[in-house]
């Protein structure tokens, strides 16, 4: 194992950062392609479809995040602890789970979808083209939910690099998959779903062995009691719980927004799903800064290291709102030429241009909650995540009635705000929690 852990400096942080940027920001890539490609056949009831199909698909993967955060936040621990075999296990136990999720949902896949789709809502043609799409990627979820322990595992070991090469290959792979199936062999949305679903695989294939090769030699073992030890599960189980129902809820205001968005037609869900690919790669962005929280603070943690921990949050903290700022800045300058980028169709151009302001304040508003989140799953205090998700739901489904009566879809864009800025607030007022009781000595 390496040393205990020098306090960050300005270099390492984004020696951390820099790397989970670039592989995050593969990841909306994937939804953008997706969306132009979906943008350019006829209509907006394809681009509606795939928006819909992939929210869902969404809820149900992402709904299973913590594999990814809490391997982060357990394994960071154990890394600033110096102790390879708790590494290890923690990240076969958490292998374990996420295979045995996917099954659960390979199982389940046929009523998921359907009740999945049907409460989203939409017209019969959109409705109809999501189910297509999540029917057919839902079959790689056991391999997309081992991706989230692979990434969150390599986060928390500081290897960014090999966390960036997996992410993305994956998306490249992706691309290449959906241009082929969809332009090459005219699949339409089947292309686009098979496409996503390769790559899911493909990456799990690659970060399973660079896993491999860079095993610690000499442990134990590895014992079927020792993945089972009562302690070590319940801990992983009870962290996940609290993280799933984060993700439950998050999910459910996004999930609401598409629902009430539909409702106002398949202009306007097209538009906001437009738009939502804004704070998508926004969001991937700044989870950079967040998961290189996550790795220093666990490490700190599992160091005992009061003020070196201290000192990265603050650190972190200041370079996404720096991030947070400079996306802003983009989307006010160059929101326009996105939007043409992503579609061709006059009707769903002037629509999503009439919202982009919504598009351009967000990075402000949300990074304070996407910054905290990190600080949180790194020290695993995942009850205060779950609290601040559902006091933000709660102020979503309170604000958003009276907002969308007001002005429409504009108040659906507001509640959406709201729901961000809640979540925010209620995690700064936590964050105090995270220190009180370790060590006042200097790093």
Sequence with gaps: MNPAPAAAGHRQLLRLAVP???????????????????????????L?????????????FWGFSFLRMGTTGLAAQAFGARDAQRLRDTLARA????????????????????????????SDQVQALAREYASIRILAAPFALGNYVVLGYLLACQRVRQGLAVQV??????????????????????????????????GFVLGAWLLW?????DLPPLRVATLVERAALWRLLRLNLDIFLRTLFLQLAFAWFARVGARLGDTTLAANALLLNFQTFMAYGLDGFA?????????????????????????????????????????????????DALTDQATLRETAREFLPWAVLSPIVAVWCFQLDGVFIGATRTRELLTSSLIGLLVFGTVMPMT????????????LMAFLATRGVVLGVLLPRIWRGM???AA
Excluded: K
């Excluded at 509606?48 to 809820?59: H, I, K, M, S």
């Excluded at 099954?103 to 789709?117: D, H, W």
């Excluded at 062999?185 to 899911?200: K, R, Y």
């Excluded at 090769?213 to 030699?217: K, M």
């Design 95 to 122: 292998l374990a789970l996420a295979f045995a999720i996917g099954a659960v949902l390979l199982v389940l896949r046929v009523p998921l979808v359907s009740l999945g789709v049907s409460w989203l809502g939409g």
């Design 48 to 60: 509606g479809g795939v928006a819909l199909g992939g929210l869902l698909l969404n809820l149900i």
């Design 291 to 339: 998961h290189a929280a996550e790795a220093l603070v666990g490490a700190y943690i599992g160091a005992q290291q009061r003020q070196a921990l201290l000192h990265a949050i603050r650190l972190s903290l200041g370079w996404a709102l720096g991030c947070a700022v400079a996306f802003a800045l983009v989307y006010a300058m160059a929101g326009g030429v996105i939007i």
């Design 404 to 415: 969308l009566a007001a002005w429409g879809n504009h108040g659906l864009w507001v509640a």
């Design 20 to 46: 989970i940027v670039l592989a995050n920001l593969t990841q909306p890539l994937l939804s953008a392609v997706d969306t132009a490609v979906a943008g350019h056949l006829p209509g907006p009831a394809y």
């Design 169 to 202: 290959f994956i998306n490249v792979a992706n691309i290449v998959a959906v241009l082929a199936f969809v332009r090459g062999f005219g699949w339409g949305v089947a292309g686009i779903a098979w496409a996503t679903a390769l790559a899911d695989l493909l």
């Design 439 to 441: 060590p006042r000595q």
């Design 213 to 217: 090769l860079a095993r610690t030699p």
